[in-house]
């Protein structure tokens, strides 16, 4: 095993362990809603709910950089350049995180100053982590883009998989860069916070998780380089033409020109389309693969990002993004179903599928077989359908009593939150949720335990 | 738009996909597996997701350019699952005749 893969084991090993904490957190928000007074300035919700966020971030990167970690040394044939330098990172990763974590959960806010922008909370929504905490954010994406180009330049090698990931790396860091500025107009400020939310979290992440899931692919299903990357192609040129101006349905309400509308309503509408083309790829590489593979776990887990990725952001997505809805129902709990699914089946799905892949090659097993995986697949996909749909329910009603009818104001939203609807959908949420946390539990014992080993046929001697 | 208007447009907008997905998949499995009855289920799908843009276009208050956009993202539902297919049997079969 290359340094690096152990290395990538150090970073799966945190982003489960962040994925818990997560979840942890997504109850604890999920229960203010059932009792809005609990812990009232203890550990208020604003907290309960950055810490949810930040976390879902931190560990999809952190499987992210590890999928890579795990993939670069095959996909060049030679260790890591750097590799003292990725390590210290990590740790570096992982104590900012654990400080911020501290500070979040104990001093969790400040006055209105350069103090508590540097060292308590930034205040920005989804990247609130102290601004010395994102310059370290900073300084491991660049460690970890001079290892990927610094790898590629000593082996004197490039694959089509890799120029896609280095071409990723720029937004990859200069997207994130728009979580600095100080801009005192809201308007202006949610205009360049949107670049770092959709262009950084969901176009180069796509195609970050588009460059992992072709390496998988290979790996786990054995097609050819050839195909995997004429569909990277494919997804960038998508992500590209769709993607990027999809950000205009994040401009329908901030004070931005109304031909937003059009333009985000235009290519938001678009999204569906390859999405439904991945569906069909998807069958066909099953079929033809008989869904037979040494590694099903992480095979179900492929085809399930396909789907959930076609249903969270496509139908879920479609629902709600022309801006006649939209005026309706975004901020409610629609779009906060919308974004569970669609992150869920974009990347949470991708991320697992690589896990056991690594335990695979860990473990030594040629199959992996057992019935724990299979209860972990069930039980999460089953708590993620059962909470988006409870939110979807809650969120309609949202919109439905307290926008168009109560006409946002402060009594239609206090009478939309205690609608039979809304209230309903939260329990449900709640229950779905611990289902959820149940699947994550059984997730952490699979991966944990080590595959039975499967009693391979021994060809008898021929008699004489 | 009347509140009512909103939900049922919403609804009708996810069925659509759903409709349109449910036609790929249909479409993809009875190619694979040579069923002409998942194909012909397929087309039923996609003549939902035809049906429910007309209903989008006729029932809901959506500007008349959303609708021309969604009767027309109905038409290209229609060509995708095929397109792909080929696209994929192509590249495979490419694949063989290199190995």
């Not at chain 1, 109304?258 to 790829?281: K, N, T």
């Not at chain 1, 569970?340 to 097993?365: P, T």
């Given at each position: ?66 999928a ?95 120029w ?9 860091l200069?997207?994130?860069?728009d ?18 939310v ?36 494919i ?40 999405l ?57 709990q ?14 949470v ?32 996909n ?9 939110l ?8 439905f ?45 699979d ?5 039975k080993?499967?009693?391979v ?8 | ?13 996810g ?54 956009l ?16 080929r ?13």
């Amino acid at each position: 095993m290359y340094r690096s893969q152990k290395l990538s084991l150090r970073y799966y090993a945190a982003a489960i362990t962040l994925f818990g904490v997560m979840i942890l957190f997504g109850l604890l928000s999920a229960l203010y809603y059932l009792f809005p007074s609990m812990l009232f300035n203890v550990f208020n919700f604003n907290m309960s709910k950055i810490m949810h966020i930040d976390t879902l971030v931190i560990w999809l990167l952190m499987g992210f950089l590890g999928a890579v970690y795990w993939y670069l040394p095959k996909e060049l044939g030679r260790e890591v350049v750097g590799m003292w330098l990725a390590e210290l990172m990590f740790w570096v990763f992982c104590a900012a995180v654990a400080v911020v974590a501290v500070v979040f959960l104990f001093v969790q806010y400040g006055g209105a100053n350069e103090f508590s922008m540097w060292f308590i909370n930034q205040g920005r929504k989804y990247v609130e982590a102290p601004r010395w905490a994102s310059i370290g954010i900073v300084i491991v994406m660049l460690v970890f883009a001079y290892n990927v180009i610094a790898t590629c330049i000593k082996a004197q090698r490039m694959t089509g998989i890799l120029w896609v990931l280095v071409l990723d790396l720029i937004p990859l860091l200069v997207v994130y860069l728009d979580a600095f500025p100080v801009v005192t107009n809201m308007s202006v400020d949610l205009y360049w916070w949107w670049w770092l939310v959709h262009m950084w979290v969901e176009s180069t992440w796509e195609v970050l998780i588009g460059c992992v899931m072709a390496l998988v692919l290979m790996d786990v299903m054995g097609t050819s380089r050839r195909i995997v990357e004429a569909w990277l192609y494919i997804e960038v040129m998508l992500v590209l033409g769709a993607g990027i101006l999809g950000l205009g349905h994040h401009y329908f309400w901030i004070g931005t020109p109304q031909y937003w509308l059009s333009i985000g309503g235009f290519f938001s509408a678009l999204e569906p389309l390859p999405l439904l083309g991945m569906v069909v790829h998807s069958i066909y590489d099953a079929g033809m693969h008989r869904m037979k593979t040494a590694n099903q776990p992480a095979f179900f887990w492929i085809t399930a990002e396909a789907f959930g990725n076609f249903i969270g952001a496509g139908v879920w997505g479609f629902m709600m993004t022309l801006p006649q809805i939209n005026l309706f129902s975004h901020g409610t709990q629609w779009t906060v179903s919308h974004g569970h699914f669609a992150f869920y089946g974009a990347y949470v799905c991708g991320v697992i599928a690589v896990l056991y892949v690594a335990k695979q090659h860990v473990s030594g097993a040629a199959t992996l077989t057992g019935r724990a995986w299979k209860w972990s697949f069930g039980l999460l996909n089953f708590g993620m359908i059962g909470m988006v749909m409870a939110l979807l329910l809650a969120g309609m009603a949202q919109a439905f009593y307290g926008r168009a009818i109560g006409g946002s104001t402060l009594m239609a939203f206090t009478a939309a939150s205690e609608n039979l609807w809304f209230t309903s959908g939260m329990w449900a949420r709640m229950l779905f949720g611990v289902v959820f946390a149940a699947g994550y539990v059984v997730l952490v014992y699979d991966l944990l335990t080590s595959p039975k080993r499967v009693p391979v046929l021994q060809a008898q001697p021929e008699p004489a | 738009m009347t509140p009512q208007a909103l939900l049922e447009t919403a609804v009708l907008m996810g069925l659509f996909v759903l409709a349109g997905g449910g036609y790929g998949g249909l479409y993809a499995a009875g190619r694979l597996r040579a069923r002409s009855g998942l194909i012909r289920a397929g087309g039923v799908c996609w003549a939902a997701a035809f049906a429910i843009a007309i209903a989008i276009a006729a029932l809901t208050p959506l500007d008349f350019g959303w609708k021309l956009l969604i009767l027309a993202s109905a038409v290209v539902y229609a060509i995708i699952p095929p397109v792909a297919w080929r696209y994929l049997e192509r590249m495979h079969s490419g694949e063989q005749a290199t190995e």
